[in-house]
């Protein structure tokens, strides 16, 4: 039977053990309140008394805890590392790029494996065929066991041998996201001072979704060529519309912070030289 080890009892780290129990693993797993592991030894799983023994008990090693330095607190005990030797740690903690790359450094070590993940799915989404999960490090490890990491979403992007890279890659598409989320909840109230239903509202944003999706591929691409000819949207389009949602904002006593800030970056593009641009061109001013 395939064995596995889960480090950390949250509802990410619980989700991810009964998807392993679901897949046919041995799973071992360790919480620090114990209490926690009660349904997934209900279920076959084994209770690791300790770190030592959570580490001891499987080749394959996931820990899913609230930041690095609860792991480095879990692991960290000398004869803990030294258990390591041999066996493949996967840490789908959430944390930033030096704190992926230290971890790599301190498997290496003591003889283990590491390759570092972000995912980017809440618990009930897990498991899917489209689930979208970040790794990054040791290459040959993720080829050799990536059918257990499809255990916990069909959506892997295996992003090259620094460990950092999923880390840094999961914070720029949050980068994305919050932007975005914002922008929608001034949307929302956009939406109240008009008397429109916000429901209706949020179903006319799921619409452009993929669209505009799309178009954010495309400016990615100008970015990466370096070319910022106007191709599909002038810069200048986009300091004359942030600049009317601030005003209009104003004009209806809504706040207006967030347009504020973003008709203020455009309108310091415009300024550099780079309203005859693609949008894209915005990278030049946040390049500083």
């Not at 349904?39 to 076959?44: A, F, M, N, Q, R």
């Not at 001891?56 to 607190?73: F, H």
């Amino acid at each position: 039977m395939k064995n596995a080890t889960v480090i950390g009892l949250g509802q990410m780290g619980t989700t991810l053990a009964q998807l392993l129990l679901d897949a046919g693993y041995q799973v071992t797993v360790w919480n620090r309140t114990a209490a926690k592991a009660g349904v997934l030894l209900s279920k076959g799983a084994l209770l690791a008394p300790t770190p030592l023994a959570a580490v001891q008990a499987s080749d394959l090693l996931v820990v899913c805890v609230s930041d690095y330095a609860a792991s480095q607190a879990i692991l960290g005990a000398p004869e803990v590392g030294a258990a390591l030797s041999g066996k493949l740690l996967i840490q789908l903690t959430t944390g930033s790029p030096s704190e992926a790359r230290l971890g790599e450094a301190w498997a290496h070590e003591h003889g283990g494996t590491y390759i570092d993940g972000a995912i980017q799915a809440a618990p009930s989404q897990m498991g899917r065929a489209d689930t979208p999960i970040l790794l990054s490090g040791a290459q040959a490890a993720y080829r050799q066991h990536e059918s257990l990491l499809r255990v916990f979403g069909g959506g892997l992007s295996y992003l090259g041998e620094d460990p950092g890279a999923a880390a840094a890659m999961d914070m720029a598409t949050l980068s994305y996201i919050y932007g975005a989320t914002i922008g929608f909840f001034h949307g929302a109230r956009i939406a109240e001072a008009e008397g429109f239903p916000v429901d209706e509202f949020g179903r006319l944003v799921a619409g452009i979704g993929p669209t505009f999706a799309d178009f954010l591929k495309g400016e990615g691409e100008v970015i990466h060529s370096g070319d910022f000819r106007v191709s599909e949207s002038p810069l200048s389009i986009s300091v004359e519309a942030t600049a009317r949602i601030a005003r209009a904002a104003r004009e209806s006593g809504i706040n207006d912070e967030f347009p504020r800030f973003a008709a203020d970056l455009f309108r310091r593009a415009a300024d550099a030289g780079y309203e005859t641009e693609e949008v894209a061109a915005m990278i030049k001013l946040l390049r500083g």
